[in-house]
């Protein structure tokens, strides 16, 4: 998928001031939980894991808890012109029909966005695990979340984690990255209680 739709930034029309933001959009006051490029705001009963890829040590995602449902979310490069969300759904639902899953093209509050039941085995059963992707892009980099458990499906819970995720503050930073570059995460000082997972 190419040509100028691929190209466009997905974005919903308040953004700048609902989320996810950048971080020249919002004051230092509130208090974040700081993972580099990502900063998030704490709240009960949110547990926050890091997945770690195996070998080098990175971290490569966050995982979010959050009322009985996961949202996963990743930050990456892309041009203050250019947005990835539309190419990066082409290639999501290439790669899960692939797989044999079914993917269907869903639009919320975020814009464009992809309802999937993705083929998993669970206690050595081929299983459908239902899961939504959503995807934000911003000035300088594209924030894709994975939401799974029964806010993919349930509209009520799906808006909380919805919610998270609008919270969300990005720091690209000034350093020139190339488009689709994951952006670097830490574990932060405030550590306790925040699990790293092995990928």
Known sequence: MSGPLSDAKSAPADRETTGPFDESEVSGVRPYVDLGSLKLIPREGLNLRLEVEEGSGRV??????YLGSTLQVQAFASTRSQGLWHEVRAQLT??????GGLVEDALSELGPELLCKVPALVDGKQVFQEVRFIGVDGPRWFLRGVIAGPAATNP?????????????????????????ELMPLKVPEQAAGIAPTQR
């Open 60 to 65: 490569v995602a966050v995982a979010m808890d």
């Open 94 to 99: 290439e790669q899960i029909s692939t797989q």
């Open 156 to 180: 009520e819970q799906g808006a909380r984690l919805v919610e998270l995720f609008r919270d969300i503050v990005v720091v690209r930073g000034q350093q020139p990255m190339p488009p689709r």
